[in-house]
């Protein structure tokens, strides 16, 4: 296939944090709002059932602004801002905070709601991702129109579509017409669309490249398109310039790259001092509990049951032993989990002081696709035999891990980060 012949789709969710913000708290619409506060900024619900909410001014602390809605941001307030600086530009600004577990909740469901059109998705963080529409039958304006539609209907909150030949474009694009946006790109829109624009809009071209750019009279992606190009050479190299020249032509030939699964999930710790088996057993329950807890947060945040319950114990001598057990259904709560766990751990002879302990879910599925009907009881165990078994594997590399992450960037090529 041509490069000329895909038709990619760049979705953003339109202000999406605030968004739902404003969809749990509506009487805040048309507010200045800013949301990072911590719990003591969450609103306190009165005797007659209103709330009252916090104001920046009456905040005090290091914190920073994740987020604020046009309202606040009119007002000069932008994120990544220090909170006393924002109280001072916008003290009657409502205050909120920050509830990544909601808006994990909200990027579920609108990703799940485009899911079901194709499963040609690429997961771009939180709040956007890239769908190759190609061989979805259809106009693309129906189709964005659509899956719009589709996000609108399982979040309530709008979203903001660009479809273009490739993914620079489409990303670019996705912002011309926010909020609630829906806009086509093709190559011929180029000069009147993509020129103008200030060459930050280019996802790749970060704020160092762009201060460079600007000391070469190179403000717009078309002063970049008219730019010579043994100029931009000399400047940023052969292969970021050559890279330059191509984006300024809207080419990209990056292919929509479908996000894979995460195939296990663990939380794991390394004790301060190792701890005995026996003498120092309060200690140990409490550090097991408390990491079944922090994995069966995981799971819930992400949207995952596991079904195989693995344990890492890591011996003084640094002798690491794992095992793990296949349930008859997969679970996420951290009663569950311990459960297993305790199992696995009843396995392994405890000779030595320990000096690391962890716990893994793997064999992951959706726990919205797991059966209802299969709800887990605990003593449920069948013991897979042997095949989690083995001493000295060592899962390097993975403490505290959570599995899946959330892009963060989108930046082109490294070292440039948007
Ligand atoms: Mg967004």
Same mark, same amino acid.
């Given at each position: 296939?041509?490069?000329? *012949? ?30 990072? %506060? ?11 059932? &209103? ?16 987020? *604020? ?43 799940? $709601? ?5 499963? @040609? ?23 964005? $129109? ?27 694009? &996705? ?46 992606? %078309?002063?970049?398109? $008219? ?21 300024? @032509? ?111 879910? &793997? ?56």
């Amino acid at each position: 296939m041509t490069a000329g *012949s895909r038709r990619i789709a760049h979705l953003d969710m339109d202000a999406f944090y605030a968004s739902v913000e404003l969809l749990r708290y509506p009487e805040l619409r048309g507010q200045a709002v800013v949301i990072g %506060g911590g719990r003591a900024a969450a609103p306190e619900t009165l005797p007659d059932g &209103s709330r009252r909410f916090a104001r920046l001014r009456d905040y005090a602390g290091r914190g920073v602004v994740t987020t *604020s809605t046009y309202e606040a941001r009119a007002l000069g307030v932008f994120s990544a801002m220090g909170m006393m600086k924002a109280a001072q530009l916008a003290p009657d600004a409502v205050l909120l905070p920050t509830d990544f577990d909601s808006y994990r909740h909200y990027s579920r469901l609108f990703k799940t $709601a485009v899911a079901a059109f194709t499963a @040609q998705i690429e997961d771009r963080g939180i709040d956007e991702i890239y769908i190759d529409l190609t061989e979805i039958a259809g106009a693309s304006p129906d189709i964005a $129109a659509r899956i719009k539609r589709a996000v609108h209907a399982a979040t309530g909150l709008t979203c903001s579509i660009c479809v273009a030949p490739n993914k620079l474009l489409a990303k670019i694009g &996705s912002e011309l017409d926010k909020p609630d946006g829906l806009t086509l790109l093709t190559p011929a829109d180029i000069p009147l669309r993509i020129w103008p624009l200030s060459v930050r809009k280019v996802n790749g071209i970060g704020p160092k490249a762009s201060e460079k750019l600007a000391g070469l009279g190179i403000l717009t992606v %078309g002063d970049l398109a $008219a730019a010579d190009a043994g100029l931009l050479q000399t400047h940023f190299g052969r292969s970021y310039s050559g890279w330059l020249v191509e984006a300024a @032509q809207g080419r990209d030939d990056r292919p929509v790259v479908v996000s894979s699964e995460p195939k296990s999930m663990s939380r794991e710790t390394t004790f301060e001092r190792d701890l005995h088996p026996k003498g120092d057993r309060p200690a140990l329950s409490a550090a097991f509990t408390a990491l079944c807890v922090r994995l069966a947060d995981d799971l819930r945040r992400k949207g995952y049951v596991g079904q195989t319950i693995g344990l890492k114990l890591r011996f003084d001598d640094f002798r690491t032993v794992t095992r793990d057990v296949t349930l008859l259904a997969p679970i996420g709560d951290a009663a569950g989990i311990r459960h297993a766990a305790t199992e696995c751990l009843k396995r392994i002879p405890l000779t030595r002081r320990l000096r690391l302990l962890g716990v893994r879910a &793997s064999s992951l599925t959706r726990a919205d696709e797991a059966h209802a009907g299969h709800r887990p009881v605990q003593g449920e165990l069948s013991f897979a035999p042997g095949a989690g078994d083995a001493d000295g594997a060592d899962g390097a590399g993975d403490a505290g891990e959570a599995g899946h992450a959330d892009g963060a960037g989108d930046a082109v090529l490294p070292g440039d980060p948007d």
